[in-house]
């Protein structure tokens, strides 16, 4: 059993039952079930059932808006307008995406045969989702998975299982079958199972890198197909012709967005040295205006941290920092897990505050001199995630962002994605992508057919095309 914690004050709201680890196996088995039944379904089946699920994303706003801030802490308006709108966007392009799943042609590749490329589903998906986008990561999750022809079982966050068990009850209200979306709740001990059992084909994680290593640890023994979205230490480049003040209102926002737990945050701000002091202080002028305050608020631009031990562990991150503290630096007195919004200026490159993955509103600042070690330094780190970078020269930007290590930069922003647009790291970041059209083909697979058409002639010894 799982105690829910509400993080804006510190008070239980529900006792959430864990799934007993020998459950998960039939929760796969009904899963697989299901499976056999959904892979035989039309694109348009599919695509159909999808708009059916958004539609009913949006009913429900009002109950999935009261669950997810009960459990995250995130302000209201910010899931309610924004995040929960988002999901349903992206179900509806998945389920465009579904109708668009196919292979890459036929042609004679070998004389005397045709051969087709299919794209067919790979089965059971065992996913696991985090507790900082608990629904948006279930859509990502399950979006392009069923329309990919799939059956899904998902092991959401202990701190965060409701929006996903509702959003897996809408599934089967949108039609799709009863077992083709499974829940199953509790610890890593739980998640080791499903990432374990037999009949899962293939893994898909959102979560620490830490987390990404002991999956692909768990998943070597099937062997099954992995993807894995995991951490990130989102540079921002800013050269000294940088509109400052646009620069400090759009680094703030990636980096308190969530109250910074994002693995895509604004974490390092790279300035060049002629302009350091102004953008410092830019940044914290931005910084002082980001109220923490009651989700329920409308005054409130970021919630609390998750749990009191999350607050505990960016404290310390903080407390330990090289550098000087600008603004902030300290927990928010009073119930909840509130952190403040918290700058740090001129930290060595290579020290914890720099290289790890705080998972709070914390940036930290240094300089650069010239684009070369710009780019050494925004690449100095196990991470890949995400960047930006702040110029009005176009040239540079271009330049700058194809050397960088990342699955996406944006110029002169910090923190927009979009439904068709991929989503994923490289290096410590992971592999695979979530959105997109590429998303749904993380989902299947490409099967070779080949046809002899060729009259029937005396049977030769093999020989390779």
Same mark, same amino acid.
């Given at each position: 059993?799982?105690?829910?914690?509400?993080?804006?004050?510190?008070?239980?709201?529900?006792?959430?039952?864990?799934?007993?680890?020998? #459950?998960?196996?039939?929760?796969?088995? *009904?899963?697989?079930?299901?499976?056999? $039944?959904?892979?035989?379904?039309?694109?348009?089946?599919?695509?159909?059932?999808?708009?059916?699920?958004?539609?009913?994303?949006?009913?429900?706003?009002?109950?999935?808006?009261?669950?997810?801030?009960?459990?995250?802490?995130?302000?209201?308006?910010?899931?309610?307008?924004?995040?929960?709108?988002?999901?349903?966007?992206?179900?509806?392009?998945?389920?465009?995406?579904?109708?668009?799943?196919? &292979?890459?042609?036929?042609?004679?590749?070998?004389?005397?045969?045709?051969?087709?490329?299919?794209?067919?589903?790979?089965?059971?998906? =065992?996913?696991?989702?985090?507790?900082?986008?608990?629904?948006?990561?279930?859509?990502?999750?399950?979006?392009?998975?069923?329309?990919?022809?799939?059956?899904?079982?998902?092991? !959401?966050?202990?701190?965060?299982?409701?929006?996903?068990?509702?959003?897996?009850?809408?599934?089967?209200?949108?039609?799709?079958?009863?077992?083709?979306?499974?829940?199953?709740?509790?610890?890593?001990?739980? /998640?080791?199972?499903?990432?374990?059992? !037999?009949?899962?084909?293939?893994?898909?994680?959102?979560?620490?890198?830490?987390?990404?290593?002991?999956?692909?640890?768990?998943?070597?023994?099937?062997?099954?197909?992995?993807?894995?979205?995991?951490?990130?230490?989102?540079?921002?480049?800013?050269?000294?012709?940088?509109?400052?003040?646009?620069?400090?209102?759009?680094?703030?926002?990636?980096?308190?967005?969530?109250?910074? $737990?994002?693995?895509?945050?604004?974490?390092?701000?790279?300035?060049?040295?002629?302009?350091? /002091?102004?953008?410092?202080?830019?940044?914290?002028? *931005?910084?002082?205006?980001?109220?923490?305050?009651?989700?329920?608020?409308?005054?409130?631009?970021?919630?609390?941290?998750?749990? *009191?031990?999350?607050?505990?562990?960016?404290?310390?991150?903080?407390?330990?920092?090289? =550098?000087?503290?600008?603004?902030?630096?300290?927990?928010?007195?009073?119930?909840?897990?509130?952190?403040?919004?918290?700058?740090?200026?001129?930290?060595? $490159?290579?020290?914890?505050?720099? $290289?790890?993955?705080?998972?709070? !509103?914390?940036?930290?600042?240094?300089?650069?001199?010239?684009?070369?070690?710009?780019?050494?330094?925004?690449?100095?780190?196990?991470?890949?995630?995400?960047?930006?970078?702040?110029?009005?020269?176009?040239?540079?930007?271009?330049?700058?962002?194809?050397?960088?290590?990342?699955?996406?930069?944006?110029?002169?922003?910090?923190?927009?994605?979009?439904?068709?647009? !991929?989503?994923?790291?490289?290096?410590?970041?992971?592999? &695979?992508?979530?959105? #997109?059209?590429?998303?749904?083909?993380?989902?299947?697979?490409?099967?070779?057919?080949?046809?002899?058409?060729?009259?029937?002639?005396?049977?030769?010894?093999?020989?390779?095309?």
């Amino acid at each position: 059993m799982t105690t829910l914690i509400n993080p804006a004050d510190g008070r239980a709201l529900a006792e959430m039952p864990d799934t007993p680890v020998a #459950s998960v196996a039939s929760a796969v088995r *009904a899963a697989r079930e299901a499976f056999e $039944q959904w892979r035989e379904t039309t694109p348009g089946e599919r695509a159909r059932v999808l708009l059916r699920l958004a539609d009913l994303v949006e009913e429900d706003a009002e109950e999935l808006t009261r669950l997810e801030v009960e459990e995250t802490g995130k302000p209201a308006a910010v899931f309610r307008d924004g995040e929960l709108p988002f999901a349903a966007d992206n179900l509806r392009f998945f389920a465009g995406a579904a109708r668009s799943l196919e &292979g890459t042609g036929a042609g004679v590749l070998s004389a005397g045969y045709t051969s087709l490329l299919l794209r067919r589903p790979i089965g059971v998906v =065992g996913s696991i989702t985090p507790w900082n986008f608990p629904f948006v990561m279930a859509v990502w999750k399950i979006g392009p998975a069923v329309a990919a022809g799939n059956a899904v079982v998902i092991k !959401p966050a202990p701190r965060t299982p409701r929006t996903t068990l509702r959003l897996a009850a809408l599934v089967a209200r949108a039609g799709a079958p009863e077992s083709l979306v499974q829940v199953v709740t509790g610890g890593a001990d739980v /998640g080791e199972a499903l990432v374990a059992d !037999p009949g899962v084909d293939m893994v898909s994680v959102t979560g620490s890198t830490e987390t990404g290593r002991a999956v692909m640890r768990g998943a070597v023994a099937g062997p099954k197909r992995v993807h894995l979205e995991l951490g990130g230490k989102a540079p921002a480049l800013v050269f000294a012709d940088a509109a400052l003040e646009d620069m400090a209102a759009g680094v703030v926002m990636g980096a308190t967005y969530n109250t910074g $737990q994002d693995c895509t945050a604004a974490t390092r701000v790279y300035v060049e040295r002629s302009r350091y /002091g102004e953008a410092v202080e830019a940044l914290r002028e *931005a910084l002082a205006r980001v109220r923490p305050g009651d989700p329920w608020s409308a005054g409130a631009d970021i919630g609390p941290l998750i749990s *009191a031990e999350h607050r505990d562990r960016v404290h310390g991150f903080v407390s330990r920092a090289s =550098g000087r503290v600008v603004h902030g630096g300290r927990p928010v007195d009073g119930p909840g897990f509130y952190y403040a919004p918290t700058l740090i200026a001129d930290a060595e $490159q290579s020290s914890e505050i720099v $290289q790890g993955e705080v998972f709070g !509103p914390v940036l930290v600042a240094l300089p650069f001199e010239g684009e070369d070690e710009a780019v050494r330094l925004a690449n100095g780190t196990p991470y890949g995630l995400a960047s930006s970078v702040w110029s009005s020269d176009v040239s540079r930007a271009l330049r700058v962002s194809h050397r960088l290590d990342v699955g996406v930069t944006w110029v002169n922003d910090h923190l927009p994605i979009a439904s068709e647009a !991929p989503h994923g790291g490289v290096k410590g970041s992971g592999f &695979g992508k979530d959105m #997109s059209h590429e998303a749904v083909l993380e989902y299947s697979a490409t099967r070779h057919l080949m046809i002899k058409h060729a009259a029937p002639r005396e049977r030769d010894s093999f020989r390779p095309a």
